[in-house]
């Protein structure tokens, strides 16, 4: 069975510095990879996904993120933070070959930004 | 023009009452689900539905039970409701099994 981690709970930076938010799976064959964002209140949010191909994807609102096979990793960056960055993220996994492709959400990071 | 939504946005009751929360999607998307966010922001997958063929997940309980009158709605039936169900439901769709899945704004479940 597939699994996530998001090793880091919180995280606080400062308006304009970069970020990276981590995310490590475990699967035993390609992952679909994904990262959603959810804002105090509301409903999930795509930034990006991977599902082949480039291993660097781009997303909405400036975010990126690296597939990196041999790290079982899938971090999201951003060169520079806007305040309303704020939110929670949440990396998830499909497994591709499920034939329900229920995603497997890691357990969240919480994002802050300090003007 | 909402993608996914769900009805209602709050729902308050009672211990032992049966619920249903009601999703609909206008995206034309062949599959469906529920997810469930408890109090510490964890989410997990419920249901997975496509084509008539309904994927649960083991850890649900059986008071929980989807219900696809058509391929535009996912509804979630809850029987005998306990302090433990309290929580906020997501409802999500995609093209297929394989595709991006856009999720609703969510039902905010609190049993008393």
């Known amino acids: 069975a597939q699994s996530v981690t998001q090793p880091d709970i919180h995280i606080t930076v400062s308006e304009g510095a970069s970020l990276e938010l981590r995310c490590n799976y475990s699967y035993g064959a390609t992952p679909y990879l994904f990262w959603y964002v959810q804002s105090p209140g509301q409903g999930l949010q795509l930034l990006l996904k991977y599902f082949s191909g480039d291993t660097l994807v781009q997303g909405i609102k400036g975010f990126e993120a690296e597939f990196k096979r041999s790290q079982s990793s899938f971090n999201l960056r951003k060169p520079s933070v806007h305040w309303s960055d704020a939110a929670e993220y949440f990396c998830a996994v499909g497994a591709g070959n499920n034939a329900g492709n229920m995603l497997t959400f890691g357990g969240g990071t919480r994002l802050m930004v300090k003007p | 023009d909402t993608a996914v939504s769900q009805t209602p946005k709050y729902l308050v009751t009672q211990m032992g009452n049966d619920k249903s929360i009601k999703c609909e999607q206008n995206?034309?998307?062949?599959?469906m689900y529920w997810y469930k966010q408890d109090s510490k922001k964890f989410l997990k997958i419920m249901f997975s539905?496509?084509?008539?063929?309904?994927?649960i997940n083991e850890t649900v309980p059986n008071r929980f039970s989807p219900k696809s009158p058509d391929k535009a709605h996912l509804n979630l039936h809850i029987n005998s409701l306990e302090l433990g169900d309290s929580a906020v439901y997501f409802c999500?769709?995609?093209?297929?099994?394989?595709?991006?899945?856009?999720f609703g704004p969510g039902t905010r479940l609190l049993v008393l």
């Open positions: 999500a769709s995609s093209q297929s099994i394989r595709e991006t899945q856009y």
């Open positions: 995206l034309g998307h062949d599959t």
């Open positions: 539905y496509n084509n008539k063929e309904l994927i």
